[in-house]
């Protein structure tokens, strides 16, 4: 029986993405485990592994295809002996049901629903006389010489599909739990329905910019959005409509951060510490000292977070992106500043695991190295609060009475209401002020 290779949903936001490249051709052998291609997410491009073991018999979407949605076919895979007259009936043969992709939460949804585990599926009963069992021709082999019952196992492969690897499991652990493994959901009597391609994301309101400009006569060069753009404007466009959100911006004088750092960078050429690492390490440390804002907000409860983890906001030329630092709150300056430097490249490679930019419980954007002054940055939902990091300059301040001049940096707070009240929230900035101020602090 063949095998349909599916888009995979590679991000819980992720509905299509772009083929960008075949590792295997037509005819090459595969094994579970080898990368069969590279497919382009919204964030990053990332490998897809087989999970059958068999030969490429037929490739449905060439290299290059862009937008192609979740749990499209996009090749089929011949099993052992099975050639390519199997392909004639590939495609009018009906595929068991697809699984829906892995959804995420719309950004302002409760994160509860991410982080909560699935619930274990129910115990299954032995499959009814006739029903068929999806497995591919090694997986049964296999099972017949370990005596091993196909209809008490549980597929991982495509589709609930048995593999080699679901029948060594059941060997390992015995028949009692083989038997009460939960069993693959049956195949439907009838023809399933194809997958729902993604709803079109909503038209930007007010007037239409192509639309105007052509009326006009305007010239112009259409960019196409990628996808890292349209989720960037789909995300913080919600978060304007839906989160009641507030500023705070406090100014922090580094003069004695900027002489530590100095210090600490002549002591080593192991590290190489940047003002960003003072503050991603203030920052940690300074929900450690105001919890109440180390948490999201969701209709049900307030998700208190036990570690610091720092989104820290990335340009790239496709788009922002917040690789995160995490347990922040555990690791040295050295720590986070070398994490910083390989996150960062991966950023601007495109490389980031969804692992190593999905979550965080506050971000930090700083666009003081542009010689901007002081800004107001949108929440990343569903965290609770972002900080805007101005430029440090030398500024005119009163000490004792008398005018001076410091090193002057202006931080802004962006929260969200739900989750922190006005005074949570300069109680936050204060915490950070002073362990910038105080940078020996930050070192015990």
Same mark, same amino acid.
């Given at each position: 029986m063949?095998v349909?290779?599916?888009?995979p949903?590679l991000s819980p936001?992720? #509905?299509e993405g $772009? ?12 094994k579970s485990g ?12 990332m490998?897809?592994?087989a999970v &059958?073991? @068999?030969? !490429?018999g037929k490739i449905?979407i060439p +290299?290059?295809?862009q937008g192609?949605?979740?749990? #499209? ?6 099993e052992?002996?099975? *050639?390519?007259?199997a392909?004639a009936s590939?495609g009018?043969a009906p ?9 995420a939460p719309?950004p302002?949804?409760a994160?509860?629903?991410?982080a909560a585990?699935?619930p274990?599926?129910a ?5 009814a006389a006739?029903?068929?069992?999806? +497995? ?5 082999? !296999?099972?017949?010489?370990a @005596?091993?019952? %196909?209809?008490t ?8 599909r048995i593999v080699?690897?679901?029948?060594e499991?059941?060997k390992?652990? @015995?028949p009692a739990?083989a ?6 959901a ?6 399933p329905?194809?997958?729902? =391609?993604?709803?079109p994301a909503p038209k930007a309101?007010?007037? &239409?910019?192509k639309?105007?400009?052509d009326?006009? @006569?305007?010239?112009?060069t259409a960019v196409?959005n990628s996808?890292?753009?349209k989720?960037? =404007?789909k ?6 409509r839906t989160?009641?959100?507030?500023f %705070?911006?406090?100014d922090?004088?580094i003069d004695?951060l ?7 960078n002549g002591?080593?050429d192991?590290?190489?510490l ?8 203030a920052?940690a440390l300074a929900l450690k000292?105001?919890?109440a804002? $180390?948490a ?6 307030m ?5 610091a &983890?720092i989104?820290?906001a990335?340009?790239?030329?496709t788009?922002l992106?917040?690789?995160i630092?995490k347990?922040?709150? #555990?690791k040295?300056?050295? &720590?986070?500043s070398n ?6 490249k991966k ?7 969804p692992?190593?930019y999905q979550?965080?419980?506050?971000s930090?954007?700083n %666009?003081?190295m542009?010689g901007?002054?002081q800004f107001?940055?949108i929440?990343?939902p ?14 005119p301040v009163?000490k *004792?009475?008398a005018?001076a !001049?410091?090193t002057?940096?202006?931080?802004t707070g962006?929260?969200?209401h739900r989750?922190?009240?006005g005074?949570v929230?300069a ?7 002073k362990l910038?101020? *105080?940078?020996?602090?930050m070192?015990?």
């Amino acid at each position: 029986m063949t095998v349909q290779i599916l888009m995979p949903a590679l991000s819980p936001t992720m #509905t299509e993405g $772009n083929l960008a490249k075949w590792l295997k051709k037509e005819g090459d052998t595969v094994k579970s485990g080898d990368v069969l291609a590279e497919i382009e997410t919204d964030k990053a491009t990332m490998e897809v592994e087989a999970v &059958d073991e @068999g030969r !490429i018999g037929k490739i449905l979407i060439p +290299a290059g295809s862009q937008g192609v949605a979740v749990n #499209t076919p996009i090749a089929i895979l011949l099993e052992e002996g099975e *050639d390519e007259s199997a392909l004639a009936s590939a495609g009018s043969a009906p595929a068991p049901a697809a699984a829906a992709p892995a959804a995420a939460p719309a950004p302002t949804a409760a994160p509860a629903a991410a982080a909560a585990p699935a619930p274990a599926p129910a115990a299954a009963a032995p499959a009814a006389a006739g029903e068929r069992v999806f +497995a591919s021709p090694l997986a049964r082999r !296999i099972a017949e010489q370990a @005596g091993v019952d %196909l209809k008490t196992v549980k597929g991982t492969g495509p589709h609930g599909r048995i593999v080699k690897a679901d029948v060594e499991a059941a060997k390992a652990a @015995g028949p009692a739990k083989a038997a009460a493994a939960p069993a693959a959901a049956p195949a439907p009597a009838a023809a399933p329905a194809p997958a729902a =391609a993604p709803a079109p994301a909503p038209k930007a309101e007010g007037v &239409d910019a192509k639309a105007l400009a052509d009326k006009l @006569g305007m010239a112009y060069t259409a960019v196409p959005n990628s996808g890292m753009r349209k989720t960037i =404007a789909k995300r913080l466009g919600e978060v304007k409509r839906t989160v009641p959100d507030y500023f %705070l911006t406090v100014d922090v004088e580094i003069d004695a951060l900027m002489k530590v750092r100095a210090e600490l960078n002549g002591r080593s050429d192991a590290y190489k510490l940047s003002v960003n690492d003072f503050i991603i390490r203030a920052v940690a440390l300074a929900l450690k000292k105001v919890p109440a804002l $180390n948490a999201a907000w969701t209709d049900e409860a307030m998700l208190q977070y036990s570690h610091a &983890d720092i989104s820290v906001a990335v340009a790239t030329p496709t788009g922002l992106i917040t690789p995160i630092v995490k347990k922040a709150e #555990t690791k040295g300056l050295a &720590d986070i500043s070398n994490e910083m430097k390989v996150l960062a490249k991966k950023a601007r490679d495109n490389a980031l695991k969804p692992e190593e930019y999905q979550g965080g419980t506050i971000s930090i954007s700083n %666009l003081g190295m542009m010689g901007i002054k002081q800004f107001q940055a949108i929440i990343n939902p569903p965290q609770a609060c972002i900080l805007a990091v101005g430029a440090s300059e030398q500024r005119p301040v009163v000490k *004792d009475g008398a005018l001076a !001049i410091a090193t002057v940096m202006s931080l802004t707070g962006t929260f969200d209401h739900r989750v922190a009240d006005g005074a949570v929230g300069a109680e936050f900035l204060g915490a950070v002020k002073k362990l910038l101020e *105080d940078p020996l602090s930050m070192l015990l």
